[in-house]
């Protein structure tokens, strides 16, 4: 019998070169720790790890809007509870009126299919979301919901990426969406770094020379990705940084995809977040009219928190409507993105108003778990901050807290003896010594001999102080071990 194409010697190369490594070694660990009956401190959330890990909740997000979002989607599913004399009894008023206005945008209950672009009402309100966010109109015509902001990522990315000649400039440190799916469609990954001493800012300069550096090896690059506020590095982009951006955009004629999932997590006040499209609109033109940009949007993030849902949209700018059908015509061949996830998409762009019976409340919750992420940043980079040869960034937005961990030579010859990649190699420790799972920086990209790892800022506020004691105790006792009494100097 000869090889199969499903063989693993003959499958997709492309398929075999992608890493994954919020999914990798340390995750997989964990999952066997666990099964053994080891409490395990998921503080690493990403791809919904925690929802398999007891112990943590993760996710104490906002009741109002989950249960709004809930209420509402059950409505839709079972509608007939909408004939029932007690539904006033069992669901608020607001989800009820919300139910059946969704009910009356979809084309038969949420078991139809949807237009490939996703249900025109709800583009609509994303569109208005969009202008009142930003102060420009939006045409919903140029909106697509997705099943999450990842379905969008990776379907621009196949309408760019023509070949490993093709390249996109990607941050380093990065979430591995982008070097992964890259990888898969076969293009090439052109990383700028981001510069840790300077709260992971990102300088012109050495995006021009990344450029150049590209085209020196044949590559064309086509397109630049930021994420703002950053995964992992939690860094929020300033409006003169943006424009810098998009300036370099249009002097090198590049795409520009705007990641854009963590708008609402932002916990500093000095660079609140602004859109790459309210930026380059801003600008006016020839840049507002020229520069090709996507802008991406999730219903996982933000005080929602709704991962599960798989609720995404795009939105493009300045790209020709022969590329727009194109990209419908890519979309179709999915059919529709998920009818829910589209209606949990709805009510976040258009959430309760003044007047709805639950607004207060809303606005409690919302602003609540906004401060609590705010307090859980500070907590946790302090704690990081105060353990030996550990430095950590301020988490100015997102959800994540990315420390530089200093290992001493000895430490990196010990990994090395074990086979293991030294950040591997430390997180493990942590993992087996305290519980705590996070993601070793290998998997997110860093300049070579510097050492990181992410954890998330999502465990609950009341758990923090012991996590970081814990993490404290487990890290000091590794650098005494390992050192040499030499000291490693603080950046
Ligand atoms: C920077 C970034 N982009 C995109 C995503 C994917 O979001 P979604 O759940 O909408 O696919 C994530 C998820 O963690 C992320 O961190």
């Known amino acids: ?6 063989d693993y010697e003959s499958l997709n190369e492309n398929v075999k070169k992608v890493q994954y490594a919020v999914r990798g070694e340390l995750y997989l660990r964990a999952s066997e720790l666990q099964k053994e009956g080891k409490k395990i401190l998921a503080v690493e959330h990403s791809s919904n790890v925690c929802t398999n890990m007891q112990d943590v909740s993760l996710y104490d997000f906002l009741e109002s809007t989950s249960v709004l979002g809930e209420h509402v989607v059950a409505l839709c599913q079972a509608p007939f509870l909408l004939d029932d004399p007690n539904v006033g009894l069992l669901f608020p008023a607001d989800a009820i009126a919300r139910a059946k206005h969704y009910l009356s945008l979809t084309s038969g209950g949420l078991g139809a299919y949807s237009d490939s672009r996703g249900i025109p009402g709800i583009r ?4 208005e979301f969009i202008e009142r966010r930003d102060g420009y109109p939006s045409d919903p015509e140029l909106i697509f919901l997705t099943g999450g902001a990842s379905k969008g990522v990776m379907q621009t990315l196949n309408c760019i990426i023509r070949g490993e000649g093709d390249g996109i400039l990607v941050p380093v440190p990065q979430y591995p969406l982008y070097s992964a799916t890259i990888s898969l469609l076969g293009g090439s990954l052109v990383p700028y770094y981001l510069e840790e001493t300077a709260n992971w800012g990102l300088d012109i300069n050495d995006l021009r020379q990344s450029v150049a550096q590209a085209r020196m090896k044949g590559i064309t690059v086509r397109a630049m990705v930021i994420i703002n506020p950053g995964n992992p590095t939690g860094q929020c982009l300033s409006e003169a940084n943006l424009r810098e951006i998009l300036t370099f955009c249009y002097q090198e004629n590049l795409v520009l995809l705007g990641d854009e999932v ?8 000095e660079r609140p977040f602004i859109s790459s499209r309210k930026v380059l609109m801003d600008m006016g033109p020839p840049i507002s009219k020229e520069v090709q940009l996507i802008s991406f949007h999730t219903v996982s993030k933000g005080y929602w928190g709704e991962c599960g849902q798989r609720g995404g949209y795009f939105e493009m700018t300045n790209i020709p409507p022969q590329t727009v059908d194109e990209i419908y015509k890519i979309e179709s061949i999915a059919l529709s993105p998920n009818v829910p996830a589209q209606i949990f998409m709805g009510l976040m762009v258009n959430p309760l108003k003044p007047g709805d019976i639950s607004y207060e409340q809303f606005v409690r919750e919302s602003q609540g778990i906004l401060q609590s992420l705010r307090r859980r940043a500070r907590i946790m980079t302090d704690g990081f901050n105060s353990c030996k040869n ?3 960034n301020f988490t100015e937005g997102a959800m994540y807290s990315f420390p530089q961990i200093r290992l001493p030579p000895k430490a990196i010859e010990a990994a090395k003896k074990a086979g293991k990649v030294p950040d591997v190699f430390y997180c493990l420790k942590l993992l087996e010594a305290t519980g705590i799972s ?3 920086g290998s998997g997110f990209g860093q300049k070579e001999g510097v050492f990181h790892l992410r954890t998330t800022i999502l465990p609950a506020e009341e758990d923090m102080p012991a996590i970081m004691s814990s993490f404290k105790k487990f890290n000091d006792e590794f650098m005494e071990q390992y050192e040499d009494n030499l000291s490693h100097s603080r950046m």
């Open 262 to 269: 963590y708008q609402q997590n932002v916990y500093q006040d």
């Open 438 to 440: 996070t993601v070793p």
């Open 390 to 392: 550990v430095v950590c």
């Open 1 to 6: 019998m000869g090889i199969k194409a499903l």
């Open 124 to 127: 609509k309100e994303v569109a």
